[in-house]
């Protein structure tokens, strides 16, 4: 194997047993006799085509940008250390907050044939086993400053849509 081979098959973490897709990978190696990177680098190339051009393209990227975090999310909630669950709730908070902007740059950008290309790229990104994810990266210079900054009014508005929904369903009784 090359030199850059074996860098990325560690930064990937290819053979670390507490990885999700290493079972897999390591039966799939086994059974094609083709290395790990190969293969992802393979499955990798496939996935980008069919963002770029399949029927199901929103579906996949969804998939991809929630069930693997969810999973991690659910095995963080499970563990006894907080660092995981800080990692989780951040990607979550980011997430959210690139989806009420997605909501509305989609209506533009949907007609982009790399859209969702694109979008499942960043979703990655930002759950990357990395110190320095995109989810880390965007919260610490733009959603936690705006967050300290304005406090007060978020939770003026929160405590606003709250009265006011506990008066309609308390009058709907």
Same mark, same amino acid.
């Given at each position: 194997?090359?030199?850059?081979?074996?860098?990325?098959?560690?930064?990937?973490?290819?053979?670390?047993?507490?990885?999700?897709?290493?079972?897999?990978?390591?039966?799939?190696?086994?059974?094609?006799k083709v290395k790990?990177?190969?293969? *992802?680098?393979?499955?990798?190339?496939?996935?980008?085509?069919? *963002?770029?051009?399949?029927?199901?393209?929103?579906?996949?990227?969804?998939?991809?940008?929630?069930?693997?975090?969810?999973?991690?999310?659910?095995?963080?909630?499970?563990?006894?250390?907080?660092?995981?669950?800080?990692?989780?709730?951040?990607?979550?908070?980011?997430?959210?907050?690139?989806?009420?902007?997605?909501?509305?740059?989609?209506?533009?950008?949907?007609?982009?044939?790399?859209?969702?290309?694109?979008?499942?790229?960043?979703?990655?990104?930002?759950?990357?086993?990395?110190?320095?994810?995109?989810?880390?990266?965007?919260?610490?210079?733009?959603?936690?400053?705006?967050? *300290?900054?304005? @406090?007060?009014?978020?939770?003026?508005?929160?405590?606003?849509?709250?009265? @006011?929904?506990?008066?309609?369903?308390?009058?709907?009784?």
């Amino acid at each position: 194997m090359g030199n850059w081979q074996e860098e990325w098959d560690e930064k990937l973490r290819l053979h670390d047993e507490t990885m999700f897709l290493t079972p897999l990978l390591a039966k799939a190696e086994d059974a094609s006799k083709v290395k790990r990177l190969h293969l *992802l680098l393979g499955v990798a190339g496939f996935l980008s085509f069919y *963002l770029i051009i399949g029927h199901a393209a929103e579906l996949l990227c969804n998939l991809i940008g929630f069930a693997y975090p969810a999973y991690q999310s659910i095995k963080a909630i499970e563990s006894t250390n907080k660092d995981d669950d800080t990692k989780w709730l951040t990607y979550w908070v980011v997430c959210a907050a690139f989806h009420i902007v997605d909501f509305f740059s989609n209506m533009v950008l949907f007609w982009c044939p790399l859209y969702w290309l694109m979008k499942c790229i960043f979703l990655i990104w930002c759950y990357l086993p990395i110190e320095k994810n995109g989810s880390i990266i965007i919260y610490q210079r733009f959603l936690r400053p705006f967050f *300290l900054q304005n @406090r007060a009014q978020i939770q003026g508005v929160v405590d606003d849509v709250v009265n @006011r929904a506990a008066t309609k369903i308390a009058k709907s009784n």
